[in-house]
């Protein structure tokens, strides 16, 4: 089974080539050959929260290869409500938080009190971990220190737990940021692989898996923002590394399977 644990229902920054429905969502797995794929809403990360649920909602009643994150944002203390989705709908697996979209820092006591109370209500947890240059309001390190106090609940480090996108030097992965995974020992904190870097230099796959150990590794994509080529491409970079079968099965889906708790 192949589970893509990083991707995004409807459309991204408003652009054409960065949308797409739950059809054509399910068509990229298709042609991918993805059996999951796990996905919030973009109207819920960039416009309106509870709108971006309300759709997302509504699509994965009718899907059959996609499973949901709620979006919940602690600068609108109201949207814990929308954690009840998770008992409503059980398409619905986790919570996904983007510090660098909504605009909040895990560094306020505040922020750190709401996401206090949303991991005590759920599974598992995506946090965005930024990427992009001047961002980087949930660094891996506070990411992880974070999933240190809430043992029970799983946590995913987005973007290679924050890929630095360096155009000069993009060969290698964020070495703080997976040595805040595998330094740790965590065993409830994991990084998805969603980075464009991931494509253009398979490379930077193969300095990953030496950081972090193939069992603390989850595949994601990002899509739409990879399209279906991509998303095979990036299939095959981690089935050509250098490491067994079985982590590679665990890379592509079976970590992920147990922490979805399919």
């Not at 971990?129 to 506070?142: K, L, N, Q, Y």
């Not at 999933?147 to 480090?157: D, E, G, M, S, W």
């Not at 890929?163 to 997976?178: A, R």
Request: aromatic content about 10%.
């Amino acid at each position: 089974m192949i589970i893509d644990i990083h991707g995004h229902l409807g459309s991204i920054n408003q652009a054409p080539f960065w949308a797409a429905d739950a059809f054509k969502l399910e068509d990229y797995c298709a042609e991918a050959k993805v059996d999951l794929l796990c996905v919030s809403s973009s109207r819920s990360l960039m416009y309106d929260t509870v709108e971006g649920n309300n759709e997302l909602d509504s699509a994965l009643k009718n899907s059959h290869k996609l499973l949901g994150y709620v979006v919940v944002n602690p600068i609108f203390p109201e949207t814990l409500n929308e954690l009840q989705r998770l008992k409503n709908n059980p398409k619905f697996r986790g919570v996904k938080v983007h510090p660098d979209y909504h605009g909040y820092d895990l560094s306020s006591a505040a922020v750190l009190k709401f996401l206090d109370l949303v991991a005590e209500q759920t599974g598992l947890m995506l946090f965005h971990v930024s990427c992009m240059p001047g961002t980087g309001f949930a660094p891996a390190m506070e990411v992880a220190q974070f999933a240190k106090r809430h043992p029970k609940t799983n946590f995913i480090l987005a973007h290679m737990a924050g890929i630095f996108q360096n155009g000069s030097y993009p060969y290698f992965p964020n070495l703080q940021g997976c040595e805040a995974v595998s330094g740790l020992k965590l065993k409830n904190v994991f990084i998805d692989t969603a980075h464009y870097l991931m494509y253009v230099y398979p490379g930077v796959m193969e300095q990953m898996v030496k950081l972090a150990t193939p069992d603390q590794i989850v595949f994601g994509t990002d899509a739409p923002l990879q399209g279906p080529m991509q998303m095979r491409f990036a299939i095959e970079v981690i089935q050509s590394l250098k490491i067994s079968h079985s982590a590679k099965a665990g890379i592509l889906g079976l970590n992920a399977q147990r922490i979805l708790a399919l």
